[in-house]
């Protein structure tokens, strides 16, 4: 299993980016999906959760300028951001919870992509 992270990029305070991550390989289901990011010297904290049927989590930081999303036909996992800060510079995780085939479910993680927003 492998969840494929996109989207991130640099952006100006203010500005919008959308990230992406899709769950690949072999497995029955996918579970738990959400978004983290780790800042530089920082904790790796949870930015949003979504689960199978759509219910979502926020961080309380992020609730209003951040929307979560899947799609679970295609096991991908969206994040809208707008309004970004200088302080949402991170690298961006994505996160999973999968049931491969012949296996009882795991958490997965994604390499990361780095979003920077510049003041």
């Known amino acids: 299993v492998q969840l494929q992270a996109s989207g991130g990029g640099l952006v100006q305070a203010g500005g919008s980016l959308r990230l992406s991550c899709v769950a690949s390989?072999?497995?029955?289901?996918?579970?738990?999906m959400a978004w983290y990011r780790q800042a530089p010297g920082k904790r790796r904290e949870l930015v949003a959760r979504i689960n199978h049927g759509g219910e979502t989590t926020y961080a309380d930081s992020m609730e209003g300028r951040f929307t979560i999303s899947r799609d679970n036909a295609e096991n991908t996992v969206f994040l809208a951001m707008n309004n970004l800060k200088p302080g949402d510079t991170a690298v961006y995780y994505c996160?999973?919870?999968?049931?491969?085939?012949?296996?009882?479910?795991?958490?997965?993680w994604g390499q990361g992509t780095q979003v920077t927003v510049s003041s």
């Open positions: 390989g072999s497995f029955i289901a996918v579970h738990n």
């Open positions: 996160n999973a919870d999968v049931r491969p085939y012949g296996s009882t479910w795991h958490n997965y």
